[in-house]
């Protein structure tokens, strides 16, 4: 039976662990282990993204956490089924919410109400019952140990012990194994992983001193350079207690079960009197449409059928009736806002919040919500940036913390910050790390570093060159997680079930309830994402027509006109600094080449100007074409009725 770890720590246990879920499941397998547990502090960060690794490599993951209890010390927590991932989930949103922000911590009684479906291991060396039993206190050792006996039952606890060549250890062993039996309790084995290999213990005291120096938190690093990923056979050289090492795969065996990942969460909202979201969908739509169209073409009402059909179908209306709901608070609030993105090809969307006729401009409602794609559609939102947190707290207000909360993000060590703080970490002065700072690129990475010194000239002989230590951590650090971010505008929202029963929740700096997962992740679990945006443009234009209107001037932007021929004289001079999209350098220098005529030459330029098509140079053809310097053609006649109106070039 081989070995499996039950206690590790990746690099989502912020500034402490040294490594990535992903490279954990690669070394894994490369040690010939079929299956291992990630127990990250207070958290479940990195659980999807490392199931999602496990599942591709063929390895059994089990989903814990390690929680840190009242007094300081620590538990480790695994989910041994669905139910108990809610439980994990529900727990850690509780500590960190009933909690200061930053410093979460679990109650017994917190325990005792989420412990249906979890698997307890005592915490090892930084566990209460190992440090009061290294104090020579094993009556409260005992009595302690007792208590989570009554919480979690003789089967659902296990004493944890392990070996890392430190004085003591071997004793402490005995005493726990003599307390395991005399609560007849099993003992299990582990590591405290905090590293892959025995040479990033420099990297894990790295970490660990830039939350003390940088963060000002009062931590310590493990004692030594043995809490790494052992193998099977290293642990059995380590542990004299058999049983120990054969629990370990008895517990992995308890703790399979699979998470809902590509199945669709959509949300719910509530619905008047209790009416069916998508007949209060049909209802609006057809409201809108006679106003929107009149005499209605067939073409537009085949498109709506279509589209309606859809979302029933996906179980979407919901989805829809709550961006509806968003924006009348914003627009009854006075709240400039507009839709963007692929969302503008549904006519559902324009009949609802309106932007752009789809119709009109024959926009592909496929892009938007596709049926042979299962993923979630998008409408990206954006609202006026000095009023955007009204928006968001009237959503999270209105679905509760429980079924509502902020997308996070999760920021990872680039090259300049990465040699800022493990300066700091090591003692440099404020004014030494600006000077081997000062003219590092922000994108560069860490693993790039010694390339950069031979290739850019403001590196060469840099003092940072002979900062030998700097660099080998710093090259380390890539890909790693610095902290919990909040995304940009993400909220997202559950359905019929709590969304903290999917998702840890914490609290933002802003005091808003932020999900401990990103998008991508958000996005695997099915569930939906709103993009809530703040856009300066809108404050700006906002600000304006107030000043026009104190002097007399009261405009309407919607009434204006596209084909107004000041405005293309403005822009064909490329005195365009501050109109919005059109105003740096390279999109000046476009606008002078392509000369824009009529509004579709806007939506080409702006269109043009993107990585995609620069990269294909498909600038050059389309101005030459359009210019009558240089013939259109097809790559197929078929392609004519579709690429007429960009003169053969494919650009959107």
């Not at 006519?347 to 049926?371: K, T």
Request: glycine share 8%; net charge neutral; hydrophobic share 35%.
């Amino acid at each position: 039976m081989s070995f499996t770890h039950l206690h590790v720590h990746s690099g989502f246990s912020f500034l402490y662990g040294t490594f990535t879920p992903e490279a954990l499941v690669e070394k894994a397998y490369t040690l010939d282990i079929d299956s291992c547990a990630l127990t990250d502090k207070n958290g479940l960060y990195g659980a999807i993204r490392f199931y999602r690794a496990a599942k591709k490599k063929g390895i059994h993951p089990i989903l814990g956490t390690e929680v840190t209890l009242e007094d300081g010390s620590s538990l480790i927590l695994l989910a041994s089924s669905l139910k108990g991932y809610g439980n994990l989930c529900k727990l850690i949103t509780h500590m960190h919410t009933s909690n200061e922000r930053d410093n979460p911590k679990c109650s017994l009684e917190m325990l005792e109400r989420h412990r249906s479906d979890l698997i307890a291991l005592t915490g090892g060396r930084e566990g209460r019952p190992w440090s009061l039993t290294a104090q020579g206190r094993k009556d409260e050792a005992l009595s302690f140990v007792s208590h989570l006996k009554d919480i979690f039952g003789k089967d659902n606890l296990f004493i944890e012990i392990h070996n890392h060549h430190l004085p003591g250890d071997r004793e402490i062993m005995e005493v726990l194994a003599d307390l395991g039996h005399t609560l007849n309790l099993s003992l299990v084995a582990t590591n405290g992983v905090c590293f892959l290999e025995p040479e990033n213990y420099r990297v894990h005291q790295a970490l660990v001193g830039i939350q003390r120096a940088v963060h000002h938190r009062d931590v310590a690093p493990v004692p030594n350079h043995e809490f790494y990923l052992r193998s099977s056979k290293e642990m059995k050289s380590l542990i004299p207690y058999q049983d120990a090492l054969e629990h370990t795969s008895l517990i992995a065996e308890r703790c399979r079960f699979d998470l809902p990942l590509g199945r669709l969460n959509p949300p719910s909202s509530p619905s008047p009197d209790g009416k069916n979201p998508h007949q209060v969908l049909i209802k609006l739509c057809y409201k809108q449409l006679s106003k929107k169209y009149w005499p209605i073409p067939a073409k537009v009402l085949r498109q709506l059928e279509h589209e309606l059909r859809l979302i029933e179908e996906r179980e979407l209306s919901d989805y829809f009736l709550i961006v509806y709901d968003i924006l009348g608070y914003a627009r009854k609030k006075g709240i400039r806002c507009t839709v963007r993105g692929s969302a503008a090809g549904s006519l559902v969307n324009y009949l609802l919040i309106g932007g752009v006729d789809p119709i009109v401009h024959d926009l592909l409602f496929q892009r938007f919500l596709n049926e042979d794609r299962y993923d979630m559609p998008d409408i990206d939102l954006d609202f006026d940036s000095d009023r955007r947190d009204e928006v968001t707290e009237y959503v999270l207000d209105k679905y509760g913390s429980d079924r509502a909360a902020l997308v996070a993000t999760i920021p990872t060590f680039k090259a300049r910050s990465a040699v800022r703080e493990i300066g700091r970490a090591l003692g440099y002065s404020y004014g030494k790390i600006d000077t081997l700072t000062n003219f590092l690129p922000y994108y560069l990475k860490g693993s790039q570093l010694e390339e950069a010194f031979q290739r850019l000239p403001e590196l060469k002989g840099s003092d940072l060159e002979r900062e030998r230590e700097i660099l080998d951590i710093a090259s380390r650090l890539d890909g790693l997680p610095r902290n919990l971010s909040i995304h940009s505008g993400g909220i997202v929202i559950s359905g019929d079930q709590p969304l903290t029963s999917l998702v840890p929740v914490e609290i933002s700096a802003k005091g808003f309830p932020v999900a401990q997962f990103d998008k991508d992740d958000i996005e695997a679990l099915g569930l939906v994402k709103l993009d809530l945006l703040g856009l300066r443009m809108h404050t700006a234009i906002n600000k304006s027509l107030g000043y026009l209107k104190e002097k007399g001037v009261d405009l309407n932007l919607e009434e204006l006109p596209l084909n107004d021929s000041k405005t293309y004289h403005l822009l064909r001079s490329t005195d365009t600094v501050g109109v919005f999209q059109l105003e740096s350098p390279g999109q000046r220098q476009l606008l002078g080449r392509l000369q824009p005529r009529c509004f579709s030459d806007i939506i080409a330029e702006i269109s043009l100007f993107r990585p995609g098509p620069m990269q294909a140079d498909m600038i050059t053809p389309y101005v030459r074409r359009k210019n009558s310097q240089e013939k259109i053609t097809y790559l197929h006649p078929t392609l004519r009725p579709i690429l007429k109106e960009t003169y053969g070039v494919i650009i959107f």
